[in-house]
């Protein structure tokens, strides 16, 4: 274990599992599958992009460890978390003849983890499979909890099944390849974490964000292990998504509802989802649930992290409209999720009216400040 390494324990009875975090565990991928006891074949699915830069240590580290490993290689991008990937992957394992002894694993960003975890969660009625995430999104999000799926052109995530992984290696050493852009998305659920479950957490994170954002080992792997250890404990009380797993979808409603009318090309996920946290922590204020001291907060740091706050051009209709096609939707009713403090979350439905009152005053508030928009 190297000096930072640390483990997040997922509890699920029969189907627990741990998450390690450490630099360098990039070429434990063989070590690691054969202290789990995996003697079968291996396939490694991942795209162009991270094979280039990741493949060679993951490759290596199985076959010293004696695996005969296959990489499976899908496009990158979402476009590639469709059927047709799942198919892909599918007929690669068909043809090379791997069968229930057999694991996957997943290397890449949520892309790769939904498609592979999809994938394998359906060949040969179910096969085991590892989560190398290599974004931070993947890392403290899509590699927890077991959602995997795909999208259908009529809904993204549409297709899909709960498949639980067997083991998730975080190695922080692959950030340092990723985009800006795809990192500082990835912080707005890190920052999404301590809004919902942590105000120490929060705090930590006001005081490191400069280091974060030059990520330094020791706040990267520390940030990083939280937002496990926070997702992991819902998923723990609510592995299906009933009720208490909902408080993972804060700054969802509004965010989901942005992507939809930026037709997902505008605003990265983890844009909107800053937007969102920002205007659902002020809509709370106005409700009643919270402080404007909450609202002053969160924004000041999710601007320091480089995320956007603002919900420019957009009318209340649309956005009203658009929030309606969100999942959170139960009988005709929004759900949306407010915070109370920094740290403690509550679910309320909420009134057309009450949220037209909200942002007929920011608008105009902001109108006569001379943005034009809501900020
Ligand atoms: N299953 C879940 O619970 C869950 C949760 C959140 C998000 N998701 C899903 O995750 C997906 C988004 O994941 P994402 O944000 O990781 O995007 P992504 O998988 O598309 O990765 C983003 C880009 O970064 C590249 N990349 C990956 N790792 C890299 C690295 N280390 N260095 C350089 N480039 C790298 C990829 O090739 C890709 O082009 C969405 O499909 C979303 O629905 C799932
Ligand atoms: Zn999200």
């Known amino acids: 274990m190297s000096t930072h390494e640390t483990c997040v324990k997922v509890s699920l009875a029969e189907r627990s599992y741990d998450i390690r975090i450490g630099t360098g565990l990039l070429s434990e991928v063989g070590p690691s599958l054969r202290g789990l006891g995996f003697s079968g074949r ?38 590639a978390k469709c059927l047709r990937g799942v198919w892909t992957i599918l007929d690669e394992l068909a043809t090379a003849r791997f069968e229930r002894g057999s694991v996957l694993v997943a290397l890449g960003g949520g892309v790769i983890g939904d498609l592979a975890g999809f994938a394998a969660a359906i060949f040969a009625r179910g096969l085991p499979f590892v989560q190398v995430p290599t974004t931070l999104v993947a890392q403290v999000d899509s590699s927890v ?104 979808n804060y700054g969802h409603t509004v965010g989901h509802a942005l992507e939809a009318l930026g037709g997902y090309r505008r605003l990265a996920h983890g844009e909107a989802v800053a937007i ?46 658009a929030m309606q096609h969100d999942k959170k939707v139960t009988q005709g009713r929004v759900y949306c999720v407010l915070p109370e403090r920094i740290g403690a979350v509550t679910i309320a439905p909420l009134e057309r009216s009450a949220v037209k009152q909200w942002f007929d005053q920011r608008h105009r508030k902001h109108a006569t400040e001379g943005s034009g928009g809501v900020t």
């Open 145 to 248: 909890g077991g959602k995997t799926g795909v999208n259908h052109p009529l809904g993204k995530n549409l297709i899909g099944a709960f498949h639980q992984p067997r083991l998730v290696l975080v190695d922080p050493r692959t950030l340092t390849t990723l985009p800006a852009r795809e990192w500082v998305a990835g912080l707005a659920e890190v920052i999404k974490y301590g809004m919902i479950a942590d105000d120490a957490f929060f705090a930590y994170l006001e005081q490191h964000m400069r280091a974060l954002l030059r990520l330094e080992e020791g706040p990267v792997i520390r940030a990083i292990t939280r937002s496990c250890q926070i997702k992991a404990s819902v998923v723990e009380e609510d592995e299906r998504e009933s009720d208490r797993r909902r408080i993972l």
């Open 42 to 79: 291996v396939g490694v699915v991942t795209n162009p992009v991270v094979r280039r830069l990741y493949g060679p240590a993951v490759m290596r580290s199985l076959r010293s460890a004696g695996y005969d490993a296959l990489a499976i290689v899908v496009p990158a991008g979402e476009r």
């Open 276 to 321: 969102g946290m920002v205007q659902e922590a002020d809509l709370s204020r106005h409700l009643g649930h919270c402080s404007g001291e909450v609202v002053a907060r969160q924004r000041a740091l999710v601007s320091e992290a480089g995320l956007p706050v603002c919900l420019s051009r957009v009318t209340f209709s649309d956005l009203w409209a």
